[in-house]
């Protein structure tokens, strides 16, 4: 996912606006898998901060959806929500925990309906 590295609402005052509720941290709780006990249960990416995976390099949080089920919005979508209704992601942590709501949501949709089965 290339389109990640670039913060969907980034030329609004609304990203700042998270950032600053977020204190430029990471907001996943677990959201993406992985439990963060160790970090005192957040993830502990921070803006600017160095990147320890994906080669390294430096931080850059986006401003996303907290709930998982609004992180499968489309990046139109998504940029109308208010600002109570979004959190700052580390990218790794945006992308597993959409990945994990995609997932969700494909369990809990059956792909066909069960009166089919009869
Ligand atoms: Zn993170
Ligand atoms: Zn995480």
């Not at 986006?62 to 139109?76: F, N, R």
Request: aromatic share 4%.
């Amino acid at each position: 996912m290339t389109t990640a590295r670039i913060p969907p609402l980034a030329d609004t005052g609304l990203w700042q606006a998270v950032m600053n509720a977020a204190a430029g941290r990471c907001q996943c709780r677990g959201a993406c898998g992985k439990n963060h006990t160790k970090d005192g249960g957040r993830c502990p990416r921070e803006h600017g901060g160095y990147n320890q995976h994906h080669g390294g390099g430096t931080v850059h949080l986006i401003a996303a959806p907290t709930e998982p089920a609004d992180l499968l919005l489309p990046p139109h979508k998504a940029a109308t929500l208010p600002k109570a209704r979004l959190s700052a992601w580390c990218p790794a942590c945006h992308d597993a925990a959409q990945r994990a709501a995609r997932k969700t949501l494909a369990t809990t949709t059956p792909a066909t309906e069960p009166d089919a089965l009869f």
